[in-house]
């Protein structure tokens, strides 16, 4: 028997179906091809975004990285530093104006300093205002930082202003504000006490806006580099002496030298003459290794001209009657001419009793004064202030005081710390900055 299936057939095609299946896989890869432009298109627009503010950030810290290395520049003495230089691939430039951001003269000493950077397509401009003169750089205040309590007694006469880093005690009927009517201001740290004096109407306490003062560093490298050529000198040639030397001439002209400077490597006498040679644009320079004395002889004392820079590897002593510098007593202390008038001490500096030194006085341990002094005392460890004749015009920067009775004791002579002083040759280019003048532009 034979069984037969009945035969299959296939459907007809339908081209309706295909064309919807082709119709949506079209519409996702359309779908698909705008999400992905849209996407790329985020990525681009962000990709720009953090350019810009890469671009932005690093000129924003290249500009800042401006200001810090101009405050660098300053703190070495260097006043060049316009750039332009590179930081981070980015470009900086410095400059000063003294204008201010609208185009009005700032006042005197005032400066603006711009530190201006650029980084691909992104530039960033900062801005403080500054204040650079001899008064901004040394303070206008005196500062004794002091190693314990301090006594004021009533053997000194002190006027204007000064710091003093401990507690103070101001004894009864100490002269305070001499001539009458003159203020006086002592500054205390945070948490120092002052005790007396408040019985004086000329006299004030207070505590400092900069709260804690501390004496300011010195650069000795120039005078550094001169002793350095005094010491290498093995004979006698020249300006330059080998050996203990001693100038007895009545006149010591200091322009008959090479560079207007004397050298010499050991002792070095100057007695009984008076020295001259020296310019505001070009000083005359002493430099030994040695011990440094100027003083009298043949009943004759020594005078030293303006603008005469002597410099000690060693102590530096001006004995007798010698007068160093011209007397600028008749002139407000504002008005007195700027002169290169200096004494450099690689250790001690004395002023003896009956001398008269118009100029300033450096050391990098002690500063002696007995005699009379106008201008900057500067002892990075002890000012000795000790006898009746003890007298200083001007500022003093020291860590410690002594007095005839002992170590934080000022009990003899007359400080009058008026602040105003003689240019020093050797300037240090330095400024301080205005509060909160910080700006980006």
């Not at 996407?39 to 290249?62: N, P």
């Not at 205002?129 to 006469?157: R, Y």
């Not at 300006?239 to 070095?268: A, M, P």
Request: proline content about 5%; glycine content about 10%.
């Amino acid at each position: 028997m034979s069984y037969f299936k009945p035969s299959q057939s296939r459907p007809a095609s339908n081209p309706e179906s295909g064309f919807g299946v082709t119709l949506i896989a079209v519409t996702i890869a359309l779908i698909m091809g705008i999400s992905v432009s849209v996407y790329m298109r985020q990525v681009s627009t962000q990709s720009l975004q953090f350019q810009d503010m890469y671009t932005g950030s690093q000129a924003h810290w290249a500009a800042m990285s401006g200001m810090e290395w101009g405050y660098y520049k300053s703190e070495i003495g260097e006043a060049d530093f316009g750039g332009p230089y590179t930081f981070f691939n980015a470009i900086v430039s410095l400059d000063t104006s003294e204008s201010s951001d609208t185009g009005a003269p700032l006042p005197e000493y005032y400066y603006r300093v711009i530190s201006s950077a650029a980084f691909g397509s992104s530039e960033r401009n900062m801005r403080i205002l500054t204040k650079m003169s001899m008064k901004t750089v040394w303070g206008d205040v005196s500062i004794i930082e002091g190693s314990g309590d301090v006594q004021i007694q009533n053997g000194l006469t002190i006027n204007d202003t000064i710091y003093i880093g401990q507690n103070v005690d101001v004894q009864a009927g100490t002269a305070i504000g001499d001539p009458p009517g003159a203020q006086t201001l002592l500054y205390v740290p945070p948490g120092a006490v002052v005790t007396g004096g408040q019985e004086d109407a000329n006299f004030g306490v207070g505590e400092h806006h900069l709260k804690w003062l501390f004496a300011p560093d010195f650069d000795t490298v120039p005078y550094d580099s001169l002793l350095a050529i005094a010491a290498a000198i093995t004979t006698d040639i020249d300006n330059k002496f080998d050996g203990r030397t001693t100038f007895k001439e009545d006149i010591l002209d200091l322009n008959t030298y090479t560079d207007s400077t004397i050298y010499c490597n050991n002792v070095l006498s100057l007695l009984g003459m008076t020295i001259t040679g020296g310019s505001v644009e070009r000083p005359g320079i002493i430099v030994t290794t040695g011990n440094l004395i100027v003083g009298n002889s043949r009943g004759i004392e020594t005078t030293v001209s303006d603008n005469v820079i002597m410099i000690s590897g060693d102590v530096l002593e001006l004995e007798d009657a010698t007068v160093y510098g011209s007397d600028q007593s008749a002139l407000p202390p504002k008005d007195r001419p700027n002169l290169h008038n200096e004494v450099y001490s690689s250790i001690d500096l004395i002023v003896r009793p009956d001398v008269v030194l118009w100029g300033q006085a450096y050391a990098t341990d002690d500063i002696n004064i007995e005699g009379e002094m106008h201008g900057i005392a500067y002892a990075p460890d002890i000012f000795r202030f000790t006898k009746p004749t003890s007298y200083l015009e001007g500022a003093i920067f020291a860590a410690n005081i002594i007095g005839s009775s002992g170590p934080n004791r000022m009990d003899r002579g007359q400080l009058d710390m008026d602040h105003f002083f003689h240019e020093e040759y050797f300037k240090t280019f330095d400024f301080g900055v205005k509060d909160n003048s910080l700006l980006e532009f």
